[in-house]
């Protein structure tokens, strides 16, 4: 039985968008107005387009559903399901613009006398596109996102704590202040691309070399997983890359990069093959979207007082990577951070919960020149 009918016995058909969705929801979000952006943090640039900001820290609080079983089945479905979602992602189309639409965010506790509930904060969106031509042009825009209560139930305990209108929280070194505010989009004119080239893995490729990459997952994890500095990632000389570090890398490449489809296919097969790297199932990103999942060995995370963190954030607890993917088209929903043992600042948590994500709301090829979209996301 090939990998997508096992799918489809294990898990069941995923619905097709039809047309008239799929053009309604590519309408909505280019729709024209704008909304906002926190130009306080900056804007970070990742391996991709080049285009993307400088400086916010990842991360937000959901949940994921299904995060798979300790003991897998002889037959590792949800890895099949991963390796189905690559498949599918080798008939995506192509065009004149590349596009990606980001949504980045990070969850932390609020403990007032009223009990304690969280929030999403550090919630910024960034838009960028970029021809497939030189001359063709390309721009960047960020906004920020408001801050606000997780979930009903924490919605319910920031209303009891008078719901205020600013969060102040440790980040780190240092405490910030978010808003429930919002900013309009703000265009960064700094080094905006002309078109025709792209940041790929810390290498600057034309539209050409790009596909002519190649796509059998043994040379594709040879390019990118023998060298981190390489691919854009800061490995220490003489160290492997870990799995944490191959999980960065690729998703950096499907988020920003315009990876021919088989190109595409051929990295996730190839992460889903490396030591380290194990399939979890079903999963949820932090936009609601469910999809399938890889995720990297638990790495433990340890805050003390030497950075001035008040006593409520010191302590260790362990975290995963993990890459979501949509099992319709094998693209990249999300890159996530999530509790396995809860402690320090995440005590009071329950293993599943996000503390960091960046989301792909809307990601591909286009013959439109792109707009940033009007509407929040939800």
Known sequence: MDELSMIREAYGEPAPPALREMTEARARVFEEPASRRRVRVGWRFRA???LVAAGAAVAIAVTVTGSGSPAPPAVDLGKRAVLAAAERAAAQPTGRYWFSDQIQGRSFLMRPESGE??????????????GARTG???AFYGRDLPARPLTPQDAAAWKRAGSPGTFRVWEKDHYSTYTRGTTQWKANREGASRGGTFL??????????????????GALAKMFFDSGGKAGVPVPAGRPMSPSDKMLVTSDLLELSPLPPKVRAGLMRALAAQPGIRAVGRATDPLGRTGVALAAADE???????????PQ?????????????????GMLLAEQRVLTRPGGAYRTREPGFVIGYWAVRDSGWTDTMPKPPSGLPS
Request: avoid cysteine; proline fraction near 6%.
């Open 117 to 130: 509930y969280a929030i999403v904060g550090a919630h910024s969106e960034g838009f960028q596109w970029a």
């Open 313 to 329: 954030e010191q302590g260790e607890y362990r975290v995963r990577s993990e890459l979501v993917f949509d099992r319709r088209d």
């Open 300 to 310: 433990p995370v340890r805050v003390d007082a030497g950075l001035g963190a008040p």
């Open 200 to 217: 790929v893995g810390g290498r600057t490729m034309t539209v050409a070399r790009i596909q002519e990459l190649p796509t059998d997952p």
């Open 48 to 50: 991709g387009l080049g």
């Open 136 to 138: 063709d042009g390309g």
